[in-house]
């Protein structure tokens, strides 16, 4: 019954939950924290998928700014002084480092060291 009832969920699963689940496959494979889990102030280990990325340019410090998504939560990850990043665009990849903080109210990694994955 266990095959027979996960085919019958990946046939009738929205897209969202099916990438959701993907993602969350990632978090665990490649050793990462989950978004859900992270707290202010602890330095971790995060990968996921870039929803949205924004360059907001500023007085002081122009920002880029990512969303990503790992099938539980999202994080911002944001650049100071860039206005762009090689291979830093929505739907792509990554794997994340750094120290969690808050930007505009919602947890945020600064300048996060950062690898971009291959698509699998």
Do not use: F
């Amino acid at each position: 019954m266990g095959n027979r009832g996960s085919l019958l969920h990946r046939l009738t699963a929205s897209t969202q939950h099916l990438d959701a689940a993907d993602l969350r496959s990632d978090v665990v494979r490649l050793s990462c924290t989950p978004l859900g889990e992270i707290e202010r102030g602890a330095v971790v280990t995060v990968t996921g998928r870039l929803r949205a990325v924004v360059y907001t340019p500023a007085e002081n410090v122009p920002t880029l700014e990512a969303e990503l998504y790992d099938g539980t939560s999202a994080i911002d990850l944001v650049w100071l002084g860039r206005r762009r990043i090689a291979g830093i665009e929505p739907g792509r990849r990554i794997k994340a480092i750094g120290r969690v903080g808050v930007h505009n109210g919602r947890l945020a990694i600064y300048n996060p060291w950062y690898e971009l994955q291959s698509v699998a």
